[in-house]
């Protein structure tokens, strides 16, 4: 059996949050109507949690002046935050 180790859980919660931000995407908002359930929402910050990316995440987040079309590349919740900035 194979150990997934995954990062500091509050880092990953302000990394996901972020990206989403810069994205448009109010994650209280979208719960709010209905759009994000809060076991979604775990899900999108566990899977933050395993990907390796960090450092790149972090970078790119640094680097960003204006609302972003899409997450960094790589990003492990590409999927899900694409959908979620395309329904608001």
């Given amino acids: 059996m194979t150990v997934q180790h995954v990062g500091d859980a509050e880092l990953h919660f302000w990394l996901t949050r972020s990206v989403g931000?810069?994205?448009?995407?109010s994650f209280s908002e979208a719960m709010a109507q209905g759009r994000l359930s809060a076991q979604d929402y775990a899900s999108l910050v566990t899977a933050c949690r395993a990907c390796a990316l960090v450092e790149s995440c972090q970078s790119w987040l640094?680097?960003?002046k204006?609302?972003?079309k899409s997450p960094p590349p790589g990003c492990a919740n590409a999927k899900a935050l694409g959908s979620l900035a395309r329904s608001h």
């Fill in 62 to 64: 640094g680097s960003q």
């Fill in 66 to 68: 204006s609302r972003a």
């Fill in 21 to 25: 931000k810069v994205m448009g995407i």
